[in-house]
């Protein structure tokens, strides 16, 4: 018999789908096909109780596996009537059978053959089917008749799609939000009092109080407390260093007190007498002649004067750098203004705060409003998109971000979205289903596996279908 890949045309001609199990009264009546490593395993149960062959005839049963033109022959099972069988014995290189095949006598013919047929699996046979062929044969090997039904219409199982899981997180009792920045507020040498005009001083406290008249202009926004904290910079005394970052400080505080009429206490303040650790961001990020040895200093445990001076006096060239172009950087003031937001619950109003405010929701208002949309639209994806960009740092909405990359196949991004969404069992669910989709079922499955062991139901199908994919089985009796 032939075993090799040959043009099936003629074949599939006769092929039919219905009542797949008959051919032309040979009944299978259970099979299996499953791929085992890097061979295809066959294994059929053929009732042959009805099967009639003339003396001068040879029944010919051939399972092939057929994708497109493309088509493997796997061995047969021969049953030879009378005159065939003695003709053949004598002239066994002419017989329609031979090697591994199974061969018999039409009157010695089991009910029933159990078949097994192994073959090595090749990258084309990904989607065949599995066909049932009855050739009957004549003298000189002559086709009689021939006919073929489908036994499995797709080997193996269409690729597995798994429902993609949401987490709704826990709606926050109060909605607290902030807004900050730096001013480099200027100040004359020495000195501690605010003076408006002074060098750039207009533009650097309308930081500031920009940034309260936005926050008060706002409806749905109450200010519940603002803070603010000054820091110098190291070239001075650190005595007067501290006197100045507290008086600086305390100076801007009394001047938005007196704009805004803000009750005692309202704002809240403190200070650093030398910014060492923004002079070993800029020292860090230099590309100074001396930058280690300095680093060194500023990390070590000499006294904040001894460290300035040292620097100053061993590394001076780097020092008049540092002077000019980076120490007035370390004189600011830092703000944070804390407001409450009020609840929306409408999912008309979420769309519309989420379109031009999204910093105003929480994430349970965007999960409330996701409920809305279709699963898998791209105003679902976008949701989860704008909503990850507000909570950066939240697990969830980490989590939710790369179910909405998962869906959109954008799998490297979901697996960055993943790796910030801690390590509850729904992460390595989604981990998992990343790989199904991907048609990666061997990786997919410990994923899959110990997910369903730590709780999440919906790893059970999954499961299930990725271990059956390489699998199909039917049994009729």
Same mark, same amino acid.
């Given at each position: 018999?032939?075993?090799?890949?040959?043009?099936?045309?003629?074949?599939?001609?006769?092929?039919?789908?219905?009542?797949?199990?008959?051919?032309?009264?040979?009944?299978?009546?259970?099979?299996?096909?499953?791929?085992?490593?890097?061979?295809? $395993?066959?294994?059929?149960?053929?009732?042959?109780?009805?099967?009639?062959?003339?003396?001068?005839?040879?029944?010919?049963?051939?399972?092939? $596996?057929?994708?497109?033109?493309?088509?493997?022959?796997?061995?047969?099972?021969?049953?030879?009537?009378?005159?065939?069988?003695?003709?053949?014995?004598?002239?066994?290189?002419?017989?329609?059978?031979?090697?591994?095949?199974?061969?018999?006598?039409?009157?010695?013919?089991?009910?029933?053959?159990?078949?097994?047929?192994?073959?090595?699996?090749?990258?084309? =046979?990904?989607?065949?089917?599995?066909?049932?062929?009855?050739?009957?044969?004549?003298?000189?090997?002559?086709?009689? !008749?021939?006919?073929?039904?489908?036994?499995?219409?797709?080997?193996?199982?269409?690729?597995?799609?798994?429902?993609?899981?949401?987490?709704?997180?826990?709606?926050?009792?109060?909605?607290?939000?902030?807004?900050?920045?730096?001013?480099?507020?200027?100040?004359?040498?020495?000195?501690?009092?605010?003076?408006?005009?002074?060098?750039?001083?207009?533009?650097?406290?309308?930081?500031?109080?920009?940034?309260?008249?936005?926050?008060?202009?706002?409806?749905?926004?109450?200010?519940?407390?603002?803070?603010?904290?000054?820091?110098?910079?190291?070239?001075?005394?650190?005595?007067?260093?501290?006197?100045?970052?507290?008086?600086?400080?305390?100076?801007?505080?009394?001047?938005?007190?007196?704009?805004?009429?803000?009750?005692?206490?309202?704002?809240?303040?403190?200070?650093?007498?030398?910014?060492?650790?923004?002079?070993?961001?800029?020292?860090?990020?230099?590309?100074?002649?001396?930058?280690?040895?300095?680093?060194?200093?500023?990390?070590?445990?000499?006294?904040?004067?001894?460290?300035?001076?040292? $620097?100053?006096?061993?590394?001076?060239?780097?020092?008049?750098?540092?002077?000019?172009?980076?120490?007035?950087?370390?004189?600011?003031?830092?703000?944070?203004?804390?407001?409450?937001?009020?609840?929306?619950?409408?999912?008309?109003?979420?769309?519309?705060? =989420?379109?031009?405010?999204?910093?105003?929701?929480?994430?349970?208002?965007?999960?409330?409003?996701?409920?809305?949309?279709?699963?898998?639209?791209?105003?679902?994806?976008?949701?989860?998109?704008?909503?990850?960009?507000?909570?950066?740092?939240?697990?969830?909405?980490?989590?939710?971000?790369?179910?909405?990359? $998962?869906?959109?196949?954008?799998?490297?991004?979901?697996?960055?979205?993943?790796?910030? !969404?801690?390590?509850?069992?729904?992460?390595?669910?989604?981990?998992?289903?990343?790989?199904?989709?991907?048609?990666?079922?061997?990786?997919?499955?410990?994923?899959?596996?110990? !997910?369903?062991?730590?709780?999440?139901?919906?790893?059970?199908?999954?499961?299930?279908?990725?271990?059956?994919?390489?699998?199909?089985?039917?049994?009729?009796?």
């Amino acid at each position: 018999m032939k075993r090799f890949i040959v043009i099936m045309t003629a074949l599939l001609a006769g092929v039919s789908a219905a009542d797949a199990q008959t051919v032309n009264g040979v009944t299978v009546e259970s099979y299996t096909m499953e791929r085992s490593g890097d061979y295809v $395993i066959v294994d059929l149960d053929i009732d042959l109780s009805d099967l009639k062959v003339k003396g001068s005839q040879v029944a010919v049963l051939t399972p092939h $596996i057929v994708r497109d033109t493309m088509s493997v022959a796997l061995k047969s099972v021969g049953v030879y009537g009378r005159n065939r069988h003695f003709y053949y014995e004598r002239n066994e290189e002419l017989a329609p059978t031979s090697g591994d095949d199974l061969k018999y006598r039409n009157r010695k013919t089991p009910d029933m053959v159990s078949y097994h047929a192994v073959i090595p699996f090749e990258s084309w =046979m990904d989607g065949c089917q599995l066909v049932f062929e009855r050739e009957d044969c004549g003298c000189n090997n002559s086709t009689l !008749a021939k006919q073929g039904n489908i036994l499995i219409e797709r080997f193996p199982l269409e690729p597995y799609v798994p429902t993609l899981l949401y987490i709704r997180p826990q709606a926050e009792p109060t909605k607290t939000r902030e807004v900050s920045g730096s001013a480099f507020v200027d100040f004359p040498v020495n000195k501690t009092d605010i003076r408006p005009s002074y060098r750039n001083n207009v533009a650097e406290l309308a930081k500031i109080t920009g940034s309260i008249d936005e926050v008060k202009a706002d409806e749905d926004v109450t200010i519940t407390s603002i803070a603010i904290k000054g820091y110098a910079s190291p070239e001075s005394p650190y005595q007067n260093n501290e006197r100045l970052a507290k008086g600086r400080t305390e100076a801007l505080k009394e001047y938005v007190e007196n704009l805004y009429n803000f009750d005692e206490g309202f704002i809240v303040t403190s200070y650093e007498p030398e910014d060492w650790a923004g002079l070993e961001r800029y020292v860090e990020a230099s590309n100074l002649k001396h930058k280690e040895a300095i680093l060194n200093l500023i990390r070590s445990d000499e006294e904040p004067d001894r460290k300035e001076w040292l $620097i100053k006096s061993v590394y001076k060239e780097d020092y008049r750098f540092l002077l000019d172009n980076c120490y007035p950087a370390l004189r600011h003031s830092d703000y944070v203004i804390q407001y409450e937001v009020r609840h929306y619950v409408e999912p008309k109003e979420i769309e519309e705060v =989420m379109n031009t405010a999204p910093q105003k929701l929480s994430l349970d208002e965007f999960y409330r409003l996701a409920e809305t949309y279709e699963s898998g639209s791209e105003e679902l994806n976008e949701l989860w998109e704008i909503a990850v960009r507000m909570f950066p740092a939240d697990e969830i909405a980490n989590y939710n971000a790369a179910n909405s990359a $998962i869906a959109k196949g954008d799998f490297e991004r979901a697996l960055r979205y993943l790796a910030k !969404a801690g390590d509850r069992p729904e992460v390595l669910y989604s981990r998992g289903c990343i790989e199904v989709l991907k048609e990666n079922y061997e990786a997919a499955l410990p994923y899959l596996k110990v !997910a369903q062991e730590q709780g999440v139901a919906e790893a059970k199908p999954v499961v299930e279908a990725v271990s059956n994919h390489w699998k199909v089985t039917r049994n009729n009796r």
